[in-house]
């Protein structure tokens, strides 16, 4: 028995030594890859003029996404849009549109992200003019209706306001737009309609007195040039004439004293 024992003992030794071999062999070595191209960051599928919607609890229609063409990736369930647009309703309010080149959605579709010549456009309303947002990024919250960027943004309010800043959080369900940093502002007061054609009147009737004015004092100034041209023109031909005469005067040649003794000669004998 004793024996037994003893040959027994190092087979389950090395049968439990085998058993941890295997065990390790198959939670240590690395999954082997599919091939249904899951694993890789391959498309699966791709749609030409995508768009998709989403509505509220009460059937009202919350925002609309399209684009010219989407990808899909399995590996990490993304979306790559082309030529993306994006469009958020709100019940009450005016609309707000974005669209940009490129563009991306997030796996569970909570986030999406718009890139390259961004361009918001929300509609006026309630006596406030249209409102333009430019940028080069822009991520989006849909179902929080925000919109934030830390890239610089240039906001156009009409009718003649610009603004200008780096990194914008726009939240459009309590109609606020904060910037960042680096704030500037160009602001043109809106002038009234009757005081805007009074104003313009008054400008162009001073406009034309002002000229009328100025036709005169031209005219003025040049009948005083021609006045003084002509006085020292006429000036000039007297002063030459004197000197021509004067010297003329003194070129004459002076009477000869033997000439005149025989003219004094001739008139005695001739005399009657």
Do not use: C
Not at 160 to 188: A, D, F, P, Q
Request: proline share 5%.
């Amino acid at each position: 028995m004793h024996g037994r024992h003893t040959i027994w003992f190092p087979l389950a030794l090395l049968a439990l030594m085998a058993l941890i071999t295997i065990w390790i062999d198959r939670n240590v070595q690395a999954p082997q890859a599919k091939r249904d191209g899951s694993s890789r960051h391959d498309p699966d599928y791709k749609l030409n003029n995508f768009s998709t919607t989403k509505t509220d609890a009460d059937g009202n229609l919350r925002w609309v996404l399209s684009a010219t063409e989407m990808i899909h990736y399995p590996d990490d369930d993304s979306t790559q849009l082309q030529r993306p647009r994006f469009t958020q309703y709100t019940v009450g309010k005016p609309y707000t549109q974005i669209q940009g080149q490129r563009g991306f959605v997030s796996s569970n579709g909570d986030n999406v992200y718009i890139m390259d010549n961004v361009k918001v456009v929300r509609q006026a309303f309630e006596g406030r003019g249209e409102m333009t947002v430019l940028t080069e990024y822009l991520h989006l919250i849909p179902d929080d209706d925000l919109a934030t960027t830390d890239r610089p943004v240039v906001i156009t309010q009409a009718p003649k306001t610009v603004i200008y800043g780096t990194g914008m959080i726009y939240n459009k369900k309590e109609r606020t737009l904060k910037l960042l940093s680096k704030v500037r502002v160009h602001y043109e007061r809106p002038v009234e309609r009757g005081q805007s054609k009074v104003s313009v009147n008054t400008n162009q009737a001073k406009q034309n007195a002002r000229l009328v004015a100025g036709d005169r004092s031209r005219a003025a100034n040049t009948r005083t040039k021609q006045t003084t041209i002509t006085k020292a023109t006429t000036d000039k031909r007297e002063t030459a004439q004197t000197k021509s005469a004067a010297t003329n005067k003194q070129r004459q040649p002076s009477p000869n004293k033997n000439q005149t003794r025989i003219r004094r000669h001739y008139e005695q004998t001739v005399s009657p």
